[in-house]
C-alpha cells in the first residue's frame, strides 16, 4: 500500500520568470557641481519685464471673458410694455444703470446734444425705476430687436378714437396725430371711432382691460399700418394692477392711452398739466413701444418708465441721443428735417421750452461757446 506524500512544492529557483543578471549594474552616478568652478555670470538672470507681461497677459484674457460675460447677459424679451403706478416693491438692487452710454452715441450726437443730454438721476422710491429695475437697451441691441420696421406697403401710424370722445379729446385727438407725423416721420391717419368692446369693460372695475384692447386694435388695423394707436376716455387697467395710462407692444403693433387721469385742462397750449401735453408725451412714448423702442435708463428722455403722474409731468418730449438714433436709424429720418417739422408743430402749440430745444439741435452751439 501506497503511503500518502504531500504534493511536491515548487522551487522558487525553478520559476521561469526568474532573472539571474549575468552582471552586476554600475554603480549609480551622481553629478555634484564643482562650487570652486562656479561662475557668477553664468547664472540665469531674472526677467521682471517678461513676468510683467505674462501678468498682463492673463489679465486681458480675464477681462475679455468678462466683457463677453456682459455682453450675453441680455434682458429678456418683453411682450408687453405697462406705464403703471404700483404700490413700491422691494428696492432696486444698486446696479440699475447701464454702463454702455458712450458706444451708445456716435460723435455727431454728442456734440448736438452738447448740454442738452442730461443722465438720469438714482432712482428715487416711487419711481420707475426703483420699483422696475431695467438694464435698458443699448442701439446695437436695439437694431437685433426690432422687428417692427416699416415697408412702403406698411408704415402709416393710425390713431384710433376709442368710443364716444367730447369735442374738446377729438380735437387734442387731431393734434396727437399731427404731432405723431412730425415726431416718427410717417404718413399719419385718423381712423373713424371705434366702438368700444364692451368684453373688454371689468363688470365691477368698470375700467377696459388694456392688453385685451391690444387684441382688439391689431385685429382692427389697416393693411398698411405699421402701428395703430387707440386714445380713449375710459380708465385703463391690465390683470392684478390698478391702472395705466397707456400700453403698448411691437408683437400686436399696437398701443392705447388713456385720458381719464389727466384732468381737465384742455387748453390747447404746453402748459405743464394740460391733457393736450400729458397726450402728446404719452401718445408718442408708447408708439415708441410699438416701434421696438424699450425703457431709456440712460439720459432724461422720453422713452423712460412712468410710475406715477407726477413722474410724468416731470418727463420731457424730447428723445435723448440714443433714442433719436434709434428711431432715425429705423424710420430712416433726416434728423434736422424732422426737428424743422418739430419746431414748427411747437411754436404753433405754445410749447416755448420746447421751440427752445429744438432750436438749440437746428443750431448747436460751437464748442468755443459751450467751453466759455
Ligand atoms: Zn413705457
Ligand atoms: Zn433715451
Redesign the pocket.
Known amino acids: 500500500m501506497d503511503t500518502p506524500q504531500p504534493p511536491a512544492q515548487d522551487d522558487p529557483d525553478d520559476l521561469p520568470w526568474t532573472f539571474e543578471p549575468e552582471e552586476a549594474l554600475p554603480p549609480l552616478q551622481v553629478w555634484e557641481p564643482d562650487l570652486d568652478e562656479w561662475d557668477p555670470s553664468l547664472r540665469v538672470p531674472a526677467r521682471p519685464l517678461h513676468h510683467a507681461l505674462l501678468a498682463l497677459g492673463l489679465l486681458t484674457v480675464a477681462l475679455s471673458g468678462w466683457l463677453v460675460w456682459e455682453a450675453a447677459v441680455i434682458p429678456p424679451p418683453l411682450d408687453l ?3 403703471l403706478a404700483l404700490a413700491p416693491r422691494e428696492p432696486a438692487p444698486e446696479r440699475t444703470r447701464r454702463r454702455h452710454i458712450l458706444p451708445a452715441i456716435s460723435i455727431s450726437e454728442a456734440a448736438n446734444f452738447s448740454g442738452d443730454a442730461l443722465p438720469l438721476p438714482p432712482p428715487a422710491p416711487g419711481s420707475w425705476l426703483y420699483e422696475h429695475p431695467e438694464r435698458g437697451q443699448p442701439f446695437q441691441l436695439f437694431t437685433r430687436q426690432a422687428h417692427n420696421r416699416p415697408s412702403p406697403q406698411r408704415n402709416t401710424l393710425y390713431l384710433l378714437p376709442l368710443g364716444d370722445l367730447s369735442p374738446e379729446e377729438l380735437a387734442v385727438a387731431e393734434i396727437t396725430r399731427d404731432f405723431i407725423g412730425a415726431y416718427y416721420n410717417a404718413p399719419t391717419a385718423l381712423l373713424p371711432p371705434h366702438p368700444i368692446p364692451e368684453d373688454t369693460r371689468h363688470p365691477r372695475r368698470r375700467q377696459l382691460d388694456a392688453r385685451a384692447l391690444l387684441e382688439v386694435l391689431s385685429d382692427a388695423a389697416p393693411p398698411d399700418a405699421l402701428g395703430v394707436l387707440a386714445i380713449t376716455d375710459q380708465d385703463l387697467f391690465i390683470p392684478d394692477i390698478d391702472f395705466v395710462f ?1 400700453l ?1 407692444s411691437a408683437d400686436l403693433r399696437a398701443a392705447v392711452f388713456s385720458t381719464a387721469r389727466y384732468g381737465e385742462d384742455f387748453s390747447l397750449d404746453g402748459r405743464p398739466q394740460s391733457v393736450l401735453r400729458r397726450s402728446l408725451t404719452v401718445a408718442v ?2 408708439l ?2 410699438v416701434l421696438n423702442m424699450r ?1 431709456c435708463t440712460e439720459f432724461r428722455c422720453l ?1 423712460n ?2 410710475s406715477s403722474l407726477r413722474e410724468a409731468d416731470q418727463h420731457t418730449l424730447h428723445l435723448c441721443p440714443v433714442c433719436i438714433r434709434k428711431a432715425s436709424w429705423l424710420m430712416g429720418f433726416d434728423r434736422y428735417e424732422r426737428y424743422e417739422r418739430l419746431r414748427d408743430f411747437y411754436a404753433r402749440w405754445g410749447f416755448d421750452a420746447e421751440v427752445t430745444f429744438t432750436e438749440r439741435r437746428l443750431h448747436p452751439p460751437l464748442p468755443s461757446q459751450i467751453l466759455r
Open positions: 410694455h405697462t406705464d397707456g403698448g412714448h408708447e415708441g413701444h425703457h422713452m418708465g412712468t
